[in-house]
């Protein structure tokens, strides 16, 4: 080889745990070079040495096709002194520097070695942690930077001879894949009865057959344990509901494969692809009628949550096993997932039958991951196992903030340069195992990313857990209101960051004169928002339990239009209600949209009490017949009236207007309400941007016709796609917020 010239090459963005040494080995020969390449704290360190054009063809090829795993953010070279070398060579990682590296997500089994488990002469036929440098376990093993096996619980196993050779050889898909592993040398399943004890037999077979025989079976998984049982059976998923204290929030199903989805599901032309991707999420989908499944799976619901198995064990389980799977976080009620066997054996005892076991630590405990299958595009409803904790490109400098979220589906985020890291989902931070978790995911996330935190951001609502913490971290703390902080984080994944029209559709928020807000629209930007218009406030009648019981809502919203309740309203406790709100004594006020859906799902007798968050407003979604027609909010300077809504459904439901007609022309109305003041703020403030958040819009049908309607009238609409429109997402405006103050 004749040495002309050498290049140093800094890779950055998800490079490492995603075959990119490997990659760069490969295509540095492909090109005759000599040289290294190694994985580091910021990335990965390339120094090629070779003819000049020969280096400019790597470089090329470098940029332009890197592994379909990879992220590449930037590419940086500079000249170096010439070297003469044999050959180019993968180097042990570097422990040097500043950690930047990012860090890629766990991955769905792929299908090479889905091939490898399925052949009964392959060495890993049946071996249910097969994995290669394109798929497997990443972020859930690790326990440092840089990505490395030693850094991961892989660490607990050592290689045998046949892994170690795959492992070293450049031409072995497994190549520097550092969770590999055999039969031989990686983890070991077992299947464990409810008090612990080691079942004999074969662990996978006799799971398959607990399940077709109705068993409920805890099985740990990549971020975390599942509860699993057979969805066909619904005495079987009523058990599981019954153990779990879970009454009727829809549980999610993991099907065999796309054509069993097909069965169950109507599918987007994007959702094949997603379903099947690494991330494998799980996809919120309208149910096919008939219903396939239980009707206890997700009762009164017009859609599942459906995902394909995204490990070899899921994998095995299917195919010997029932063809749908009811799997559910095995967790009880609120708490976050269980992730060790003993803490499982524990926290599940008494709802678990069976668990199907492994010696494979979870280091990085993640829910799945979550998406609504919307027309045209998936929208984001929770970010976890699959996305996290890969980070989001804001546009403006973030560094040093860590934001902590609002209160229910909490998920925080740390910013470094430019870039958002949200941590995974913690979920409701309302018992102390949450508030643990919380601390766990910001303090990982911090620690991989070496970020050093100056400035903490947290919603403007003062008795929230976050909020708190938020105080007693010692640091410069900045508040943002909620619905601001919403739509700042759609600005946020879009980096369009000038002013714009913002439709906040939410359940509440805190709004800076003490009302709950969630009905917002705004004239917006980092800097700051104008309240343009919001749902004219009702009172909250029992604060928190107003939630929880949508009858409530509709009591004051029955009164707020001097109708009369009690042909509505059955409740033992509606009068004591009734008289509350005529005493006028203070009483929280809203705004809320989500109180409104509450209040009209119960006049139309779908949902009195919440057994769930948002059961109200998802069985009136899910009772919608479609229909032109619509009622007609009234816009009174900056107030949205309801009366004419809250008039003109008691008038059709006392006329036996079916609730799914009810239901359709009032989905109907909320859209042309957006719409209205949508127009007269592109009018009023020349705005033409038109940005939609707030938890509302996991509403299917809203995500579908507000940004049809608006596209059609020359809005440029913006939606979530990479952070949810939900709390989830909130984390992300708030860091935008404290970028810009
Ligand atoms: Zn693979
Ligand atoms: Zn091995
Ligand atoms: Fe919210």
């Known amino acids: 080889m004749r040495v002309l010239a050498g290049k140093e090459i800094r890779v950055t963005g998800i490079v490492q745990g995603?075959?990119?040494?490997?990659?760069?080995?490969?295509?540095?020969?492909?090109?005759?070079l000599g040289g290294d390449v190694s994985n580091d704290p910021r990335g990965v360190r390339i120094r090629v040495f070779g003819a000049p054009d020969a280096i400019d063809r790597f470089l090329q090829k470098l940029a332009a096709s890197p592994p379909p795993r990879a992220m590449v953010a930037r590419i940086e070279t500079k000249e170096i002194r010439p070297e003469r070398r044999d050959g180019f060579e993968i180097l042990p990682s570097r422990a040097d520097g500043k950690p930047v590296a990012a860090i890629a997500p766990d991955a769905a089994i792929c299908p090479a070695c889905r091939r490898e488990m399925a052949n009964p002469s392959d060495r890993r036929f049946g071996y249910p942690f097969t994995n290669c440098t394109l798929c497997g376990p990443r972020y859930s093993i690790l326990e440092r930077i840089p990505y490395d096996r030693a850094n991961t619980a892989m660490r607990d196993f050592a290689m045998c001879a046949d892994c170690q050779r795959e492992y070293l050889s450049p031409e072995d898909r497994r190549h520097h894949a550092q969770a590999n592993c055999c039969p031989r040398c990686g983890p070991r399943l077992w299947l464990a009865d409810a008090g612990g004890k080691t079942l004999a037999g074969d662990p996978v077979e006799a799971s398959a057959r607990a399940l077709s025989e109705g068993r409920i079976l805890a099985v740990k998984g990549l971020g975390g344990?599942?509860?699993?049982?057979?969805?066909?059976?619904?005495?079987?998923?009523?058990?599981?509901?019954?153990?779990?204290?879970?009454?009727?929030?829809?549980?999610?199903?993991?099907?065999?494969?796309?054509?069993?989805?097909?069965?169950?599901?109507?599918?987007?032309?994007y959702a094949e692809r997603l379903l099947a991707?690494?991330?494998?999420?799980?996809?919120?989908?309208?149910?096919?009628?008939?219903?396939?499944?239980a009707e206890s799976v997700a009762p009164g619901n017009n859609s599942?949550?459906?995902?394909?198995?995204?490990?070899?064990?899921?994998?095995?389980?299917?195919?010997?096993?029932?063809?749908?799977?009811?799997?559910?976080?095995?967790?009880?009620?609120?708490?976050p997932i269980a992730a060790e066997n003993g803490e499982a054996l524990e926290r599940l005892q008494g709802i678990a039958d069976l668990f199907l076991l492994h010696d494979r630590r979870i280091t990085v405990r993640q829910d799945d991951s979550v998406l609504l299958a919307a027309k045209g595009r998936p929208v984001m409803v929770r970010r976890s196992r699959g996305y996290a904790p890969a980070g989001i490109e804001t546009g403006a400098d973030v560094d040093g903030v860590a934001a902590y979220g609002a209160m229910l589906k909490n998920a925080p985020a740390v910013g470094r340069g430019s870039t958002l890291f949200p941590g995974r989902h913690v979920g409701d931070l309302g018992n102390a195992r949450a508030l643990e978790m919380f601390l766990e995911v910001l303090g990982h996330l911090k620690e991989i990313l070496g970020v050093r935190v100056r400035r903490v951001a947290c919603d403007l609502h003062p008795d929230y857990p976050?909020?708190?913490?938020?105080?007693?971290?010692?640091?410069?703390?900045?508040?943002v209101q909620h619905h601001h902080a919403h739509l700042l984080s759609l600005m946020a994944e879009s980096r369009l960051h000038e002013p714009a029209i913002g439709v906040a559709l939410d359940g509440t928020g805190y709004g800076p004169d003490g009302a709950l807000w969630g009905g917002e629209i705004f004239a917006f930007d980092p800097h700051g928002f104008e309240r343009k218009y919001h749902l004219a406030y009702v009172p909250l009648p029992g604060g928190e339990?107003?939630?929880?019981?949508?009858?409530?809502?509709?009591?004051?919203?029955?009164?707020?239009?001097?109708?009369?309740?009690?042909?509505?309203?059955?409740?033992?406790?509606?009068?004591?209600?009734?008289?509350?709100?005529?005493?006028?004594?203070?009483?929280?006020?809203?705004?809320?949209?989500?109180?409104?859906?509450?209040?009209?799902?119960?006049l139309c007798g779908l949902c009195h009490v919440a057994g769930h968050e948002a059961q109200a407003p998802m069985a009136l979604e899910g009772a919608l017949e479609g229909t032109p027609d619509a009622y007609a909010f009234g816009i009174e300077g900056e107030e949205i009236c309801a009366d004419g809504v809250i008039r003109s459904v008691?008038?059709?439901?006392?006329?036996?207007?079916?609730?799914?007609?009810?239901?359709?022309?009032f989905h109907n109305a909320v859209v042309e309400m957006v719409l209205a003041c949508a127009r007269r703020l592109r009018e009023e403030e020349g705005l033409n941007r038109l940005f939609?958040?707030?938890?509302?819009?996991?509403?299917?049908?809203?995500?579908?016709?507000?940004?049809?309607?608006?596209?059609?009238?020359?809005?440029?609409?913006?939606?979530?796609?990479?952070?949810?429109?939900?709390?989830?997402?909130?984390?992300?405006?708030?860091?935008?917020?404290?970028?810009?103050?």
């Open 225 to 269: 344990f599942h509860l699993a049982c057979d969805a066909s059976n619904d005495a079987a998923v009523r058990r599981l509901r019954e153990r779990k204290d879970r009454e009727e929030k829809p549980f999610a199903v993991m099907a065999r494969d796309v054509e069993t989805v097909r069965r169950l599901v109507l599918l987007p032309p």
């Open 692 to 741: 939609l958040s707030g938890g509302v819009f996991m509403n299917r049908y809203l995500c579908d016709r507000i940004p049809e309607r608006a596209t059609r009238e020359g809005f440029e609409v913006l939606t979530h796609s990479l952070l949810p429109p939900n709390d989830g997402g909130i984390a992300a405006g708030q860091a935008l917020y404290a970028a810009f103050h």
């Open 277 to 293: 991707s690494p991330e494998a999420p799980i996809l919120i989908a309208r149910k096919r009628r008939p219903a396939l499944l």
């Open 18 to 32: 995603v075959g990119f040494r490997p990659f760069v080995h490969g295509l540095a020969r492909a090109c005759r």
């Open 650 to 665: 008691v008038r059709d439901r006392e006329q036996g207007v079916p609730a799914g007609i009810v239901s359709g022309r």
């Open 304 to 335: 599942y949550g459906v995902m394909l198995p995204y490990t070899p064990l899921h994998a095995l389980l299917l195919e010997r096993g029932p063809a749908c799977l009811v799997m559910t976080s095995g967790n009880r009620a609120d708490e």
């Open 466 to 479: 976050s909020t708190r913490l938020a105080e007693e971290s010692g640091l410069e703390v900045v508040r």
């Open 545 to 602: 339990r107003a939630v929880q019981e949508p009858w409530r809502m509709a009591l004051a919203y029955l009164k707020q239009c001097g109708l009369d309740w009690r042909p509505w309203i059955r409740e033992e406790r509606a009068p004591e209600v009734a008289a509350l709100i005529e005493s006028r004594v203070p009483m929280f006020r809203t705004s809320s949209m989500g109180r409104l859906f509450d209040a009209v799902s119960s």
